[in-house]
């Protein structure tokens, strides 16, 4: 595998995504403040600032943190990641992606997700999504996307020791061949 580039500047018709700096944090908790997208996470707490710093700091550290700015307010309304998965396996992950609400429902979510396979695709050729098991709303977007389900599950420890179990989806390079396109506008 090339080098991949974890934090890339890509622009798509309505969203241009870039890395997420230090001084986001006002204008990307604005957004993360909402208690409603984090309902269906399996970390609901991420609302509360205390919760949204660390996240936020870990963010900062992974080196593949991003955030979503709408091009047409030019402000940020959500954010995203890249993570390498284990070394050789030729995986990147996608995740802690998260939109304002004011952008849920229409084609915001496909074209940043559009814009990041496309980028990961020039270096890779599978990259996998994890999804709290419950997150029906995250679920559904992925398969709208394309996203397959596959039968690998993750438990991870959440903030407070508790056991969360997600479910992984894949988009392979051939999947993205097939890419519902008419969601998004590409320039």
């Given at each position: ?12 018709g309505?969203v241009?995504?870039?890395p997420?700096?230090?001084e ?6 604005a ?5 409603e997208?984090w ?5 609901s707490?991420?609302y509360?600032?205390?919760v949204f710093?660390?996240?936020?700091a870990e963010?900062?550290d992974?080196?593949?943190a991003?955030v979503?700015i ?11 990641r890249?993570?390498?998965?284990d070394a050789?396996s ?5 995740g802690?992606?998260f ?5 849920w ?5 496909a ?9 990961a695709f020039?270096f890779i ?5 994890r ?14 996307i ?10 991870m ?16 390079r051939?999947?993205f061949?097939?890419f519902?396109c008419h969601?998004i506008r590409?320039l």
């Amino acid at each position: 595998m090339n080098a991949f580039d974890m934090q890339p500047t890509l622009e798509g018709g309505r969203v241009m995504i870039r890395p997420l700096r230090p001084e986001d944090f006002d204008d990307l908790y604005a957004v993360a403040s909402d208690k409603e997208i984090w309902t269906q996470h399996p970390v609901s707490s991420r609302y509360q600032e205390p919760v949204f710093r660390k996240l936020f700091a870990e963010s900062l550290d992974s080196g593949g943190a991003l955030v979503a700015i709408d091009k047409s307010l030019g402000k940020i309304v959500g954010s995203s990641r890249f993570r390498l998965a284990d070394a050789g396996s030729g995986l990147v992950e996608i995740g802690w992606s998260f939109l304002a609400r004011s952008h849920w429902g229409g084609s915001y979510n496909a074209e940043v997700k559009y814009l990041l396979l496309a980028h990961a695709f020039r270096f890779i050729d599978v990259v996998c999504f994890r999804v709290g098991e419950g997150n029906l709303r995250s679920r559904r977007a992925m398969e709208k996307i394309g996203g397959r389900l596959t039968d690998r599950t993750e438990i991870m420890t959440g903030p407070n020791g508790e056991a969360m179990k997600h479910v992984i989806f894949e988009i392979d390079r051939n999947d993205f061949a097939h890419f519902p396109c008419h969601l998004i506008r590409i320039l």
